[in-house]
């Protein structure tokens, strides 16, 4: 059975707290980026189902309330994928996802090599 991203970006999270191999990080990091998109876009498709109906204005009282003010410049699409993404933000999926890049981090680990930096 297939794990959803919540529950395998906290597993990996708490995996990551017992290495401190480089290489193990960097594979738990990675994968955690995948389950870090698939959460993302999981929660976006949901924002979408759950604005659809909603006035513009209903929109922007909804934006409002978390704290993502619907911006003068931003279209309707940009403002539900600021809501998603404030979101996915305060869920503890992407708080595990921060901690496991911070975790990585520590021993010198990211995912962009330095030929891109």
Do not use: I, K
Not at 17 to 38: F, I, K, Y
């Amino acid at each position: 059975m297939e794990m959803s991203p919540t529950a395998l970006l906290l597993e990996l999270a708490a995996q990551a707290l017992r290495v401190s191999d480089p290489n193990t990080l960097h594979d738990l990091l990675s994968r955690g980026h995948r389950a870090w998109c698939e959460g993302v876009a999981e929660v976006q498709a949901g924002v979408d189902g759950e604005t659809a109906s909603l006035s513009d204005v209903q929109l922007a009282e909804r934006c409002a309330v978390a704290g993502v003010p619907w911006e003068e410049e931003m279209t309707r699409r940009e403002a539900v994928s600021a809501l998603a993404f404030v979101t996915w933000d305060a869920a503890p999926a992407a708080m595990a996802y921060m901690e496991l890049a911070e975790r990585a981090a520590r021993f010198g680990v990211c995912l962009l090599g330095e030929e891109v930096l």
